[in-house]
Nanobody, 114 residues
Framework: QVQLVESGGGLVQAGGSLRLSCAAS????????MGWYRQAPGKQRELVATITSGGSANYADSVKGRFTISRDNAKNTVYLQMNSLKPEDTAVYYC????????WGQGTQVTVSS
């Protein structure tokens, strides 16, 4: 069993930045990969970024160059640094981890105003 708790969402103006955090209930060295997904109103959940236990990152084309995923193994936490935010980034952001199956956090709202 894995619990994931996201934090860091909020309201920001276009061009601004936010950093999301995802704290896991067990060592993230065993969670491979971990990632962030998002779901906007009326749309399907989509991949934002993933990171392996070895630190290899993968990004959706829509966020490349603006978002950075990272992990702090000592804190059992994964981060998503979001810069140059756009209104189309508005969504509920979910943390995901794979440990024999997929686990999800409860989500954190990110709203970008124009």
């Amino acid at each position: 069993q894995v619990q994931l708790v996201e934090s860091g969402g909020g309201l920001v103006q276009a061009g601004g930045s936010l950093r999301l955090s995802c704290a896991a209930s067990r060592s993230i060295l065993s969670l491979n990969p971990m990632g962030w997904y998002r779901q906007a109103p009326g749309k399907q959940r989509e991949l934002v970024a993933t990171i392996t236990s070895g630190g290899s990152a993968n990004y959706a084309d829509s966020v490349k160059g603006r978002f950075t995923i990272s992990r702090d193994n000592a804190k059992n936490t994964v981060y998503l640094q979001m810069n140059s935010l756009k209104p189309e980034d508005t969504a509920v952001y979910y943390c995901n981890a794979f440990y024999f199956k997929h686990y999800w956090g409860q989500g954190t709202q990110v709203t970008v105003s124009s």
